[in-house]
Nanobody, 120 residues
Framework: QVQLVESGGGLVQAGGSLRLSCAGS????????MGWFRQAPGKEREFVAAISWSGATTYYADSVKGRFTISRDIAKNTVSLQMNRLKPEDTAVYSC?????????????WGQGTQVTVSS
């Protein structure tokens, strides 16, 4: 099992940027692909982005493609999500998790999440 802790959320105006970070514990953290999901109030959890264990492969939900960038620092055991040109509809709790794919059930070891609020 790997422990995951997200940080970097906050309140930002539409058009602004935020950078989320997911810190992982354990020697095997860098061996696993990782993903970011988000969940807005009253909505189902939604896939945002994923990155392979090496960082060589990434993919994104259509709703964030071109605005968000996922990356990882293997030496620091972190996975980041750079979010630019934020929109009010990006408001949600963002969580990182270990796994691969666009379905939440393909992931385990979820973090507790960090709130992102985008004001119009």
């Amino acid at each position: 099992q790997v422990q995951l802790v997200e940080s970097g959320g906050g309140l930002v105006q539409a058009g602004g940027s935020l950078r989320l970070s997911c810190a992982g514990s354990g020697r095997t953290f860098s061996s696993y692909p990782m993903g970011w999901f988000r969940q807005a109030p009253g909505k189902e959890r939604e896939f945002v982005a994923a990155i392979s264990w090496s960082g060589a492969t990434t993919y994104y939900a259509d709703s964030v493609k071109g605005r968000f960038t996922i990356s990882r620092d293997i030496a620091k055991n972190t996975v980041s999500l750079q979010m630019n040109r934020l929109k009010p509809e990006d408001t949600a709790v963002y969580s990182c998790a270990r796994g691969w794919g666009q379905r939440a059930e393909d992931y385990d070891s979820w973090g507790q999440g960090t709130q992102v609020t985008v004001s119009s």
